[in-house]
């Protein structure tokens, strides 16, 4: 690894390999994390490009053509009010990955600090500040955000914060384990010595080296946080209409599935086919970073 | 034992404090109140109610007032469905709500602990692979998803069971399973895992070198310890199982007391609100206790930390 030590005579060059590469490199090896991956990043283009080919907006309502089962006009056909159906998938299916990514962004970001100031400063503020995970940890939570949602009327901006506001707990376990064991590494002492301050020891040595974890749970947070928006829509909590997410548009095509099923087929099969993906995506990223899994 | 035991049940009181009061302030600061409908009611009625149900008082006086209510097991009258204590409103709904969570917690331990067994027994086989394939599957389909389908399927199409409503064991069933495939996933994935982990231990080389037999050192050794993680996540599950029972409930017109939820929620009905946090809270926190004490007697370890 160091130059130093390496002899001269080494003739072929011996390319260095990061945690990073190498995790990519296991990725690269798991078919169903690759095929998930991909899936993802066709459907993220296609719900951004697609809208612009179907023809419609996703509140444009036809009442001459409502629930059309699917046709060369309407490809997944039309919903109750005319609308055309794939035109609010592909929205839906927009606003659902952004609640997904941006609740995911919050949990991590409020996790991450405080697992790591936690973890860093140890001895009483550690025991109080776990605690109070540990209380929230047992909060019927789901409650809570359609409490906060009901209290605070229903904004996609509060709906973001109110999801990411509940994931990060476990997030913070996680990363204050790994910095009350990285905090005595040599490296920290490092800093310490010439004098770096508490703030940019977490930020600058801490954190970057828990990132293998913290992309993981992030993997396994998104998907999860697009359930809980669906799950909310479902109840008429989430997003408003006529706004579609996947969830209210689910809970709309079960209202009328026994006269046109179509309307609930579609996005039920795109929200399955997204977690799906998602949860396989996950699984690989876990197995490519996680050491511990290495053996298995 | 005995001081593992009274310092989980005295932890319980902080935590019901914390989730009565962050419940009580939000509901609290919610602009509207329970008496401003469409209808105009004349000012004197609206301060007659007002005061009936002691909202004329300061905010401090009012949270005081309830949490000594609640100590003594009352929580109050609702404000919407008029002449109804909220104690009345729970026991008449909770019974449906508690037998379809019941039954989705028991087709969840069943189902998934089943399926992980035969995954890790059978590691990497098309066994192995099938049932983690479909556990995989059951964790991306919602209940939401699962329960609309179901119904297309089982009751609209084959007419097995009714597509909604109340009153038999078959009502029970689409709910139920709907409710609790996804767990039933999650228990297949983590019952793998654990077994996995306990087959590769030294103890389980020993009683295979002593020519046991391998039914008996999966039944008697392996499985002890690889269903703990299965044990540490019946908490974290049975409080999902009975929050998620509120869309469940939605899609089979359960009578239980899920919808009451997020109608009293929206309603600004205050006093059933704050009933259903407490009892749900309550019992969610009794469930969990009651995990943990098991895992300290599954687990000794955990006991003496």
């Given at each position: 690894m160091s130059s130093a030590t390496a002899p001269v005579m080494e003739a072929e060059l011996v390319e260095g390999t990061s945690l990073w590469k190498d995790a990519w490199r296991r990725l690269r090896k798991n078919r169903m994390a690759v095929a998930g991956g991909t899936f993802i990043v066709v459907l993220v283009i296609a719900s951004f490009v697609g809208p612009l080919f179907?023809?419609?907006?996703?509140?444009?309502?036809n009442l001459d053509y409502g629930?059309?089962?699917?046709?060369?006009?309407h490809l997944l056909g039309t919903d109750y009010l005319g609308r055309d159906l794939l035109t609010r998938v592909f929205y839906g299916t927009q606003i659902s990955l952004l609640v997904g990514l941006l609740s995911g962004v919050v949990s991590l970001v409020i996790g991450t600090l405080y697992g790591a100031i936690a973890g860093f400063r140890g001895g009483r503020t550690d025991d109080v500040m776990m605690r109070i995970v540990d209380v929230l940890y047992s909060l019927p939570y789901v409650f809570l955000v359609i409490l906060l949602i009901a209290a605070f009327g229903q904004s996609i901006v509060l709906l973001f914060l109110a999801l990411g506001a509940v994931q990060w707990l476990s997030t913070a376990r996680i990363v204050r384990g790994q910095v009350l064991s990285l905090k005595e590494k040599e490296f920290v002492q490092a800093a310490r010595a010439v004098g770096t301050r508490p703030a940019g020891i977490i930020l600058r040595h801490l954190i970057p080296n828990t990132l293998g974890p913290i992309v993981v749970y992030f993997s396994l947070t998104v998907p999860s946080v697009i359930l809980q928006e669906a799950f909310l829509s479902y109840l008429g909590l989430g997003v408003q209409a006529p706004r579609p997410s996947l969830g209210a548009l689910i809970s709309q095509g079960a209202a009328h599935m026994d006269v046109y099923p179509w309307e609930l087929v579609s996005p039920a099969l795109v929200m399955a086919a997204l977690l799906f993906s998602l949860n396989f995506l996950g699984d690989g990223l876990r197995d490519a970073l996680d050491p511990q899994m290495k053996r298995g | 034992m005995r001081r593992f035991l009274l310092r989980r049940v005295l932890s319980l009181i902080p935590t019901m404090l914390v989730i009565v009061t962050i419940a009580f302030v939000l509901v609290r600061v919610a602009?509207?109140?329970?008496?401003?409908?469409?209808k105009a009611i004349p000012p004197e009625v609206k301060a007659d109610l007002e005061k009936k149900y002691g909202l004329d008082q300061s905010i401090p006086v009012q949270y005081l007032s309830f949490l000594k209510n609640a100590i003594r097991g009352d929580l109050g009258i609702s404000m919407k469905y008029q002449g109804r204590t909220v104690n009345e409103i729970i026991a008449d709904g909770f019974p449906a709500t508690l037998a379809v969570g019941s039954f989705a917690l028991i087709w969840a331990l069943l189902i998934g602990i089943s399926a992980g067994v035969i995954g890790a027994v059978r590691q990497n086989t098309a066994w192995d692979y099938g049932a983690m394939g479909f556990a995989m599957l059951g964790i991306s389909i919602p209940s939401f998803v699962l329960g609309p389908l179901l119904v297309l399927v089982f009751?609209?199409?084959?007419?097995?069971?009714?597509p909604a409503g109340w009153g038999?064991?078959?009502?029970?069933v689409l709910p139920g399973v709907a409710l609790g495939t996804v767990y039933a996933a999650y228990v297949a994935r983590l019952t793998r895992g654990g077994l996995l982990e306990i087959v590769r231990q030294d103890f389980v080389r020993t009683a295979r070198a002593k020519g046991l037999s391998e039914r008996i050192v999966i039944w008697r050794h392996v499985l002890k310890g690889g269903l703990l993680p299965v044990v540490s996540f019946l908490g974290p599950m049975i409080a999902a199982l009975f929050t998620g029972s509120v869309v469940v409930e939605k899609i089979f017109a359960t009578?239980?007391?899920?919808?009451y939820f997020v109608d009293s929620a929206l309603n600004r009905d205050l006093t059933l609100t704050m009933g259903m946090v407490v009892f749900y809270s309550a019992f969610l926190l009794l469930a969990n206790l009651a995990v943990d004490i098991a895992y300290g007697f599954l687990d000794p370890r955990v006991r003496h930390e």
């Open positions: 179907t023809g419609y907006g996703y509140e444009a309502q629930a059309q089962p699917p046709s060369a006009a | 602009p509207g109140g329970p008496f401003d409908s469409e009751a609209l199409t084959f007419f097995w069971f009714p038999t064991w078959r009502h029970l009578p239980g007391t899920g919808s």
